[in-house]
C-alpha cells in the first residue's frame, strides 16, 4: 500500500486478518494517495475538514486534523501492537472519552514521557 504511494489512515487490530499464513490488511475506505504518481511530489495539503480514523489508534496528526500520511500509519501500527501487547491496559485505552483532545494529550503525554504509565509496569 505504501509502495503505492498511498496510506491507509484507520490501522487498528480489526482491520488485520491472517489468510493462509500472511497478514493481510482490510478495510480500504479510508486510503488516501499523498504522492503525485508523474511529479513524486507530497501532495501539500496541510489540513483535513474531519477526524479520519479511530481515536484509539490515530496517530497526534490525526487528532491534530492534519492530513495523514504513511508515518501516521506507522504510528497507528505502534499503538496496535501496544494495544495487543499492553491488553489494552494503556490509559488511553481505558477512557469512556469522546473528546479528541483527550486523546491527542494523553498520547503527547506517553511519547514525551520517560517513564511508562505504572498501570504497564511488569508486562
Known sequence: MHLG?????????????VHQGKVCITDFGTILKFIDD???????????????GTQLYASINAHSYRTLCMRDDLESLGYTILSIYCDNKAFWFNSAS????????????????SKCDPRLQGI
Open 5 to 17: 504511494n498511498c496510506a491507509h489512515r484507520d490501522i487498528k487490530p480489526e482491520n488485520f486478518r
Open 38 to 52: 508523474e511529479s513524486k511530489d507530497f501532495f501539500l495539503v496541510d489540513s483535513q475538514q474531519a477526524f479520519v
Open 98 to 113: 469522546n473528546d479528541n483532545n483527550y486523546f491527542k494529550n494523553a498520547k503527547n503525554d506517553f511519547i514525551n514521557s
